[in-house]
Structure formats: C-alpha cells, structure tokens
C-alpha cells in the first residue's frame, strides 16, 4: 500500500511541479532521493536547454562546434519519439568498491511519463570531469533515449554523485562496469514495484567514448556472470578506448592527444583502481603535479575547463621521460595495468553495433581498428566513417542509436 501511494503522490507532484519535493522510498536496494519531471523539447521544438550534450573536447581551432549544438539532434529527432515528457528518478544504491567491499552509490533513472517500457536500456556515459555533470544531477544526453519507451540506467560511477569526494577509477574497467550493473541490479526490482516492469526482460547497452569502453566491459560481464537475470537484445558502442595500451603507444608515437586531462586521469584512476602504488610525480610535469588534485579531483571543472587549465596537448608537456617511457620499472607496472584494462578480449554474443568517426583525435581510430579485427567473424556492425572530431561523433553517434532504437 505504501508503494502504491508513494506512486499515486509521485504522479500528482509531477503533474504540478516541475521540481516535486523529495521523497525517499526504499524499494529493495534502490533508495529514490529525488523525482522530477522535464520535456525532452520545448513548445518552441526547440531541444531542452537542460540537456547536457558532450562538451567539444578537442583543442582545435578550425573544428566546427556549431556541429555538435542541439539543432542538429532536434531536426533529426522530432516527430519520433514516444512521450515527450520523462521522469526523472536520481537514487542511491549497494554497489562495490574497487576492492569488492560495498560501496553506496548512485545514478538515474529516466522514464516516459507514460506508455509501456519496452526495455531496460543501461547506458554507460562517457568522460565527465565536473560533479555536476554527473547523470544523477542533471540532464544527461543519453536520457532523450527514454523518449522511445525505454527505462534508460544511467550509473553515476564511483567518484561521482554520493561518492564525489572519492578518486574516480578512470579506465577501471572492472570497477566501473560493475558500478552500472549493480545499479541495474537495483533498478530491475524497483521498476516492478513501481508498476513499470518493462514489457521484455532483454537488456540494451549503450555508451560513447569512455562509455563505449565500459559497455563492452559491461556486456562481457552480463554474459558471464547473468545471462539469465539480464538477456542482452542488442548493443551499442561509440568512440571508445577498447584498446589503453594501443592508445598509450599512438599517443607517445604522436607527442599529442586531443583531451589532455584523460592523461592524469588515467593515471591515477588505474592506479587507484588497481592498487599499483604509483607516485604521480613519477609520471607528472611539474605544473601538472601542483594543481592535479585541484584541477581533477576536485571535481569542479569539466573536461574542457581542465583541458584549457592544463593548457597542453604534447606528452612532454604532460608527462615526464620516465613517464613516457614504458620499459621504466614504474611505468611497465602502469603498462602493464593499461593492458590488462583493454575490453577487447571476449566474444559478444549478442549484436553489436561499433561507432568511430576515422577522424578522431581524442580517442584514436586505432581503438576501432583494434576491435575489428578481434570480433572478426562474430555479430558485429561496424559504422565507420568521417564524423568529425570526437564530439562532433558523439552527436552522430546519439542520432543513429535513437534512430535504430
């Protein structure tokens, strides 16, 4: 009966408010912090302001931002979606730590107002530098998928949201993947309780960029670990790093990368997420090493504000020689890790759908490369072609999944 009524409420809150009050119930695991409402476009057909769209990460100056603005998704997307007006769900869940102790943690959960659910759709998002950029508080671009009747998950990962003042586990493989499928754990049972079960128990994947990785990641530990619990349908991966190592050797090959602040975070997040005990002024020039914690851990800037605060796109502005030399004692460790943290090494048996603009700079077209020629031979669509810079591609990327959705 509580159930029942905190929905009833919830409902007639939405219908009044576009900011409800927060209420809190406890649905196994889940614990609903905060319910909203919003549109997904305006009355104008104008997108939602409120939608955070990928910052442009690339430092370039003759890339064409404008490409990657909310118009070009509203003129490909209006008229198809099936509820204009979601609900918006942020929570908190038991999830793991990195060293498999339990962790509270959270995310969102995005709904259409109303119709059926179709699917679970469970998104991993891509690099965020800013908390406030984090899924549980704000708009995420990924949510727009909920408009064609899916239940979109979106984990927040540990470092963000409940757990902002922890080091996040960049490019931690196994510790972000199992952050989002903990919290589709969590959500599975809160949807029947709601009355929102969705009409088939097959999961969707999908993410871009470092989501792209950690939807391979995620759809390697589904098949493995609940095949049952969670039915893959089908999978979407955009722009990802499938491949550190590859990444790592490309990037010192080229003295440059096109998102600076992926370098320390990178770093430090395996190092935290492994254990290795790496002294980051090992790795850090010295501008880098004084303002690091500041600049990333803090948690107040986005990837770009970080990128301009670095103000430096060559490795050797970035990092030291020993750093940049992988057969150096401490640097093979860190090798090593980034090896052992690729996604490439299992067999999708469900249908994937693999994204990469041949023009990226922030996550090399080598990644793509690498990944088809290791699911050679399986259920594989690849989509590649000149989608501009990694931003530019994410808004690519956004349209051709909704649209296949």
């Given at each position: 009966?509580?159930?029942?009524?905190?929905?009833?409420?919830?409902?007639?809150?939405?219908?009044?408010?576009?900011?409800?009050?927060?209420?809190?119930v406890?649905?196994?695991?889940?614990?609903?912090?905060?319910?909203?409402?919003?549109?997904?476009?305006?009355?104008?057909?104008?997108?939602?302001?409120?939608?955070?769209?990928?910052?442009?990460?690339?430092?370039?100056?003759?890339?064409?931002?404008?490409?990657?603005?909310?118009?070009?998704?509203?003129?490909?997307?209006?008229?198809?979606?099936?509820?204009?007006?979601?609900?918006?769900?942020?929570?908190?869940?038991?999830?793991?730590?990195?060293?498999?102790?339990?962790?509270?943690?959270?995310?969102?959960?995005?709904?259409?107002?109303?119709?059926?659910?179709?699917?679970?759709?469970?998104?991993?998002?891509?690099?965020?530098?800013?908390?406030?950029?984090?899924?549980?508080?704000?708009?995420?671009?990924?949510?727009?998928?909920?408009?064609?009747?899916?239940?979109?998950?979106?984990?927040?990962?540990?470092?963000?949201?409940?757990?902002?003042?922890?080091?996040?586990?960049?490019?931690?493989?196994?510790?972000?993947?199992?952050s989002?499928v903990?919290?589709?754990?969590?959500?599975?049972?809160?949807?029947?309780?709601?009355?929102?079960k969705?009409?088939?128990?097959?999961?969707?994947?999908?993410g871009?960029?470092?989501?792209?990785?950690?939807?391979?990641?995620?759809?390697?530990?589904?098949?493995?670990?609940?095949?049952?619990?969670?039915?893959?349908?089908?999978?979407?991966?955009?722009?990802?790093?499938?491949?550190?190592?590859?990444?790592?050797?490309?990037?010192?090959?080229?003295?440059?990368?096109?998102?600076?602040?992926?370098?320390?975070?990178?770093?430090?997040?395996?190092?935290?997420?492994?254990?290795?005990?790496?002294?980051?002024?090992?790795?850090?020039?010295?501008?880098?090493?004084?303002?690091?914690?500041?600049?990333?851990?803090?948690?107040?800037?986005?990837?770009?504000?970080?990128?301009?605060?670095?103000?430096?796109?060559?490795?050797?502005?970035?990092?030291?020689?020993?750093?940049?030399?992988?057969?150096?004692?401490e640097?093979?460790?860190?090798?090593?890790?980034?090896?052992?943290?690729?996604?490439?090494?299992?067999?999708?048996?469900?249908?994937?759908?693999?994204?990469?603009?041949?023009?990226?700079?922030?996550?090399?077209?080598?990644?793509?490369?690498?990944?088809?020629?290791?699911?050679?031979?399986?259920?594989?669509?690849?989509?590649?072609?000149e989608?501009?810079?990694?931003?530019?591609?994410?808004?690519?990327?956004?349209?051709?999944?909704?649209k296949?959705?």
């Amino acid at each position: 009966m509580k159930r029942i009524c905190f929905w009833a409420m919830a409902a007639l809150i939405l219908t009044s408010c576009h900011h409800p009050v927060v209420e809190v119930v406890d649905f196994d695991t889940f614990h609903v912090i905060s319910v909203q409402s919003a549109d997904v476009f305006m009355p104008d057909g104008s997108l939602n302001p409120e939608i955070r769209v990928m910052e442009n990460p690339e430092i370039d100056a003759d890339t064409k931002v404008a490409v990657t603005n909310a118009n070009a998704i509203v003129r490909d997307l209006l008229g198809v979606i099936n509820s204009n007006r979601l609900i918006h769900i942020s929570g908190t869940y038991t999830g793991h730590d990195v060293d498999g102790s339990p962790l509270v943690q959270s995310g969102k959960l995005l709904l259409p107002e109303k119709g059926p659910v179709k699917n679970m759709l469970i998104v991993s998002h891509y690099t965020i530098g800013a908390n406030y950029e984090a899924p549980s508080e704000t708009f995420p671009m990924e949510g727009i998928w909920a408009a064609k009747g899916y239940a979109v998950v979106v984990a927040d990962y540990i470092g963000f949201g409940v757990t902002k003042d922890r080091i996040h586990p960049y490019m931690h493989v196994e510790s972000t993947a199992r952050s989002v499928v903990d919290m589709a754990l969590a959500v599975k049972p809160y949807l029947e309780h709601i009355g929102r079960k969705p009409e088939s128990d097959e999961v969707i994947l999908a993410g871009y960029s470092q989501g792209g990785a950690t939807t391979l990641a995620v759809m390697d530990m589904l098949q493995d670990d609940y095949p049952k619990v969670f039915p893959i349908k089908k999978v979407y991966a955009g722009g990802g790093p499938y491949d550190l190592a590859a990444t790592y050797d490309i990037s010192m090959e080229w003295d440059q990368t096109g998102i600076p602040c992926a370098i320390p975070m990178i770093v430090q997040g395996v190092n935290a997420g492994e254990d290795l005990g790496l002294q980051m002024s090992d790795f850090f020039q010295p501008n880098l090493l004084a303002h690091y914690d500041e600049w990333i851990n803090s948690k107040n800037y986005t990837v770009k504000e970080i990128n301009q605060l670095m103000n430096a796109t060559s490795l050797h502005q970035i990092m030291t020689n020993l750093g940049r030399d992988k057969h150096s004692p401490e640097t093979a460790r860190l090798y090593q890790s980034l090896l052992g943290n690729g996604v490439l090494h299992f067999n999708p048996h469900a249908p994937l759908y693999l994204f990469h603009s041949t023009q990226d700079k922030t996550v090399p077209f080598v990644n793509a490369l690498k990944a088809e020629a290791w699911f050679k031979g399986w259920n594989v669509r690849y989509d590649f072609g000149e989608y501009g810079q990694h931003g530019t591609g994410c808004v690519h990327f956004l349209v051709k999944v909704y649209k296949d959705l």
